[in-house]
């Protein structure tokens, strides 16, 4: 069998390493001209880490990364709602990493390159069409110029190319452009004094008005931390469209970050002064898109961002599309036929992921923050008396459940 992965991130990279496991060989093409280690940090959880040691990347991943220890979701005027341990500190038997997305998708391209070469790697190939017939797919690819560079003859095609999907695109021809839901994100990162343990992550306020926080790295002294930022604020109703492309290379506007900068209060860092010392950041118009009632059409599939775009709530992005590329592999593995397999990838991912797209809207994990706030929106003396732990307990722990990342869950699919 021979795959087709149309797509050199990170669910499209990790697709060509668990499929190399199994035995079947693959071939992945990049529009780019070269994969490059693009974005500021993400959060990989323990379920998703999980599959990527397993592939072997776990002593790669602590070179680039840091091992998150604890997580505390604030108020914006910084009052503490909740707090709780990650990764091995909550009893899991792999770490959650905070890492640079471009680092991460570094270890995995490398590992690619080291176990298949780098002949199964094409960039500067713009998918353009597939056609499939009763005996595999045939994809057409060609440059920034137009010009036809590629055809690849395989058994599936992998659509892994991100929210604008070209597969997908091609699948569902009608379906138009992303949602934007009105919120404007602005990421960055700079080498900054650790805080806390030095491997803790802040989330400040809720949906509608946020700040993120955590180490993605070593600093350049043993006191430092290279340290990641966000902030999502809503700018808009989502009525009309975003006001640029959703893109991580759009450069943010200074004068525009900074009055929403000033509406946090976070005690552990000076979050203006980790802002100010950025020099240049990006921002992002957070979107979605509806999720699909089907992903596959014959021998032609889709796989993370492709599938299923997510607002960037919960850490789940990337570790959804990790996991989309276990079961795909280990559905193909035992299947007798690749339709059949592709049918059964998509019978077991698309539910799930579909409930993780629509809680990430509502503010998943992080809702708990906007519960607090919408009934205590100046603050509170007493947490308990504005919402019990209970509670507190049933919005977080309900998320990870449904994502797949509590450890009761991660323990019984082992």
Known sequence: MKAIIVGGGIGGLTTALMLRARGISCELF????????LGVGINTLPHAIRE????????????VAIRTYELFYLTRHGQQVWHE??????GHEVPQFSVHRG???GVIYQAVVERLGSEAIYTGCRLGAFTQDEGGVAAYFF??????????RGDILIGADGIHSKVRETLIPNEGPPCWN???LWRGAADWPAFLTGRSMIIAGGLNAKAVIYPIAEGSSPAGRLTNWAVMVRIGDGASPPPRREGWSNLGRREELMPHVAGFSIPQVDFAALVGATPEFWEYPCCDRDPLP?????????LGDAAHPMYPVGS??????????RCLADALARSEHPRQALVAYERQRLPMTADIVASNRRGGPEGVIDAVEQIAPQGFTDIESILSYEAREAIVRGYAAKAGFAARVVARQS
Do not use: C, F, P
Not at 52 to 63: H, I, P, R
Not at 85 to 90: H, I, N, P, W
């Open 103 to 105: 680092r991460l998708q």
């Open 85 to 90: 341990k990650r990764g091995l500190d909550a």
């Open 143 to 152: 440059d920034r110029a137009g010009q036809h560079v590629h055809t690849a």
């Open 52 to 63: 990527l040691a397993g592939l072997g990347l776990l002593d790669a991943l602590d070179k």
């Open 182 to 184: 009105g919120l404007m």
């Open 30 to 37: 990049e529009q780019a001209e070269t994969i490059r280690e």
């Open 316 to 325: 789940n992005g990337a570790s959804q599309a990790i996991l989309d590329a």
């Open 294 to 302: 089907y992903w596959t059409s014959g021998r032609v599939t889709l």
